[in-house]
C-alpha cells in the first residue's frame, strides 16, 4: 500500500504567501494512518484560496487499462493501446474533447475543453448548458480526445490516410459540488491553456464558482488508438507515376496579440511570448 500525494508546489514571494509554481504527484509510504496538510495561495487581485493536499491510502495504480468489450480496438487492433502513459500523454497534449450524451433519446456530440487531473478528466460550461444538465445525474457519456499528426498520401485514393494519436474515455460522468474540487479543476484548466497564468490572472468570485458547473470523469474505461509511418499502398501501385508521402501537421503558438484594453506598459508575460508546442 502506497500514499499518492497530489497538490501544489509553492515558493515565497519576498517573505509573503507562497505562489502556486507548479502541480506535483508523488508516492511516498504513509507514516500514519491520515496526514493533513495545508497550501495558502495567493493571487494580487483575488481573496486567498485555501488548498489542502489530498492524501489517500489506496493500493498502487495499474499502469494498463483492461480492455473490455466496449473499449477493445476491433479493426485495425495492432494500432490500440491500454498503457497509461500513451493515454495520459495524449489527453494531456490535447485541449478540446467531444462528448457524446444521448438525452431523451436525441444523440448529442459537443467539444468542450477539458482537463486531466490525475486518474480522472473534467470539463465544465454554463450551468444551463443541456449537456450538464443530463451529465449531472450521472448519464452515461463517451469522451474523445483526437490529435492529427500527419497526412499519409497514397498512390491509390483508397489507400490515403492520416497519422493521428486519439483516447476513447467511457463511463458516467458526474457533478462536482465541493468548491476545493471545482477551483482544483479550474487551476488545471487554467494551467493546460498556459503553464503559469493562473499566478497572474484573478482567481474565480464565489458567484463566478456556483455559476460554473464541472464534470469529472474517472478513467476506468479507456484506449487509445493511433497511426504512424509511412505510406502502404498495394505492390502493384508502387510503380505509379504519382507522388506520395507524409504532410506532417502539427499545432503551433503565434506571437502573443495584446488586447486593445491591456495597459501598453504591462510587459507581455514570459509564459506567453515563449509559449511552444
Request: aromatic share 8%; with cysteine.
Amino acid at each position: 500500500m502506497s500514499i499518492r500525494i497530489t497538490g501544489l508546489l509553492a515558493r515565497q514571494i519576498g517573505g509573503g504567501l507562497p505562489v502556486v509554481r507548479r502541480r506535483f504527484t508523488r508516492y511516498a509510504r504513509p507514516q500514519r494512518d491520515s496526514i493533513n496538510l495545508l497550501f495558502l495561495t495567493h493571487a494580487a487581485v483575488a481573496p486567498a484560496i485555501n488548498f489542502a493536499l489530498r492524501f489517500s491510502t489506496r493500493p498502487n495504480v495499474s499502469e494498463t487499462f483492461i480492455p473490455n468489450e466496449r473499449t477493445r480496438v476491433v479493426r485495425e487492433p495492432h494500432r490500440g493501446a491500454y498503457d497509461r502513459e500513451t493515454i495520459d500523454k495524449i489527453l494531456d497534449e490535447g485541449f478540446v474533447c467531444h462528448i457524446g450524451f444521448v438525452v431523451d433519446g436525441q444523440p448529442f456530440v459537443i467539444p468542450t475543453m477539458y482537463a486531466r487531473v490525475g486518474d480522472a478528466i473534467y470539463f465544465h460550461g454554463s450551468a444551463v448548458s443541456r449537456m450538464l444538465r443530463g451529465a449531472s445525474t450521472g448519464i452515461a457519456v463517451c469522451v474523445t480526445v483526437t490529435l492529427a499528426d500527419g497526412l499519409v498520401l497514397a498512390r491509390s485514393v483508397f489507400n490515403h490516410s492520416m497519422n493521428y494519436r486519439s483516447v476513447v474515455a467511457l463511463g458516467k460522468a458526474v457533478l462536482v459540488d465541493t468548491p476545493a474540487e471545482k477551483i482544483e479543476a479550474l487551476h488545471a484548466f487554467t494551467e493546460k491553456i498556459l503553464p503559469g497564468r493562473w499566478n497572474d490572472a484573478r482567481r474565480p468570485s464565489e458567484k463566478e464558482l456556483k455559476a460554473t458547473s464541472i464534470l469529472r470523469l474517472a478513467l476506468t474505461e479507456v484506449s487509445a488508438k493511433m497511426r504512424s509511418g509511412p505510406v502502404e499502398d498495394d505492390a502493384e501501385d508502387y510503380a505509379l507515376p504519382v507522388w506520395a508521402g507524409i504532410v506532417p501537421l502539427r499545432l503551433i503558438a503565434g506571437a502573443p496579440m495584446r488586447d486593445e484594453r491591456c495597459d501598453p506598459a504591462i510587459p507581455v508575460p514570459d509564459y506567453a511570448a515563449e509559449y511552444r508546442r
